[in-house]
């Protein structure tokens, strides 16, 4: 697992960074589930699935806009 350290300004409770973080993560983590358990159903093929993780990523980058999480 990687590891990232971020600055955080002293009137934010770290704490609940910490806390947002985890839900983050647990989010995503099932959504991969759900993108595996639907690509094991539907028995998707490599090609298939490049397009998917195109697409995934195009779409994630307009969450990330709306987020407001993107760097640029």
């Not at 990687?2 to 995503?28: H, S």
Request: proline share 1%; glycine share 2%.
């Amino acid at each position: 697992m990687k590891q990232i350290l971020i600055n955080v300004p002293e009137w934010v409770d770290e704490e609940l960074v910490k806390l947002q973080m985890e839900r983050i993560l647990a989010i995503e983590s099932r959504k991969r589930e759900l993108i595996e358990e639907t690509i094991r159903k539907l028995d998707i093929g490599e090609e298939d699935l490049q397009q998917l993780e195109k697409i995934r990523g195009e779409v994630w980058k307009k969450e990330k806009r709306k987020l407001r999480l993107s760097s640029s």
